[in-house]
């Protein structure tokens, strides 16, 4: 990493060298997080041409990366996501679902129905907070929980808007078993799924994870990782009916997630 020559700029200026550490910092996470948008595994000339940085930048930057154990290299010589960010992802998802939770309160009291937070971790869904309803009926959902995106409303909420050859994919990898007997069970019937969510601004379980439970889901925008929330309930309380008011509170709640996350300051 470039070495600070502060000391020797004017201090009244931007000090350009003293950001050199600064611009090192960020170009790593750039490439971190184009290798993740990559599926993971890449090699240089693929980081070069989506970042348009010099081969000799990235070789320098993927070494530093290798040393602290966030990258690793591959016996074909190429960088896959190393094994530290698996801690540091693990923590941010559980301080993630902390800052949702007052959120998910709000939508308990305001539905009555239980509330959740999941994210979107590689091919899973994987539920990260939740408020349960003052009654008494136990959900499969918990805290912790994974579960493959067709069968569920997060899932369709999450991936709504994601390119139908990159659904495909996921489909292929996962398959897509079926939970119940109104499970989804094939590519063409989830991706028509899909379209009603764009269309409704919406996405619905209706007995596909579990039999006698329906689910009401909604993307949080701009969320720093692909992220939704959702009420489920009692196939007869969380009806098509209440879902015209159910919906609003949904995604206004969202929206002001979103915004709590962006500013950082969720509280």
């Not at 992220?227 to 509170?249: D, M, Q």
Request: hydrophobic fraction near 40%.
């Amino acid at each position: 990493m470039p070495t600070s020559s502060a000391s020797t700029t004017d201090a009244s200026s931007k000090t350009p060298a003293a950001s050199g550490g600064v611009q090192s910092l960020e170009r790593a996470f750039d490439l971190l997080e184009r290798m993740a948008d990559a599926g993971g595994e890449v090699g240089l000339s693929e980081l070069s041409a989506a970042s348009g940085l010099p081969l000799p930048t990235i070789h320098r930057l993927m070494r530093t990366l290798v040393a602290c154990g966030y990258v690793r290299q591959q016996p074909n010589r190429r960088y896959s996501l190393g094994p530290r960010l698996i801690r540091l992802g693990e923590s941010a998802s559980r301080l993630l679902g902390t800052w949702a939770r007052p959120y998910l309160a709000r939508l308990v009291e305001e539905t009555g129905e239980t509330a959740n937070m999941a994210l979107l971790d590689g091919d899973e869904i994987v539920y990260v907070a939740q408020v349960p309803s003052k009654h008494s009926m136990r959900m499969f959902t918990e805290v912790g929980r994974r579960v493959l995106p067709h069968s569920t409303g997060v899932g369709k909420a999450l991936l709504a808007h994601t390119p139908a050859d990159e659904v495909r994919a996921l489909l292929a990898r996962t398959g897509m078993p079926a939970a119940t007997e109104k499970t989804i069970t094939t590519p063409e019937g989830f991706l028509d799924a899909l379209e009603k969510v764009r269309k409704a601004g919406y996405a619905v379980d209706d007995n596909e994870q579990e039999i006698g439970v329906r689910c009401l889901a909604v993307s949080v925008p701009n969320s720093p990782t692909a992220a939704a929330i959702s009420i489920s309930g009692p196939a007869g309380r969380v009806t098509e009916a209440v879902a015209e008011s159910f919906v609003p509170i949904l995604q206004g709640v969202a929206a002001e997630l979103s915004v709590a996350l962006a500013n950082q300051n969720p509280a």
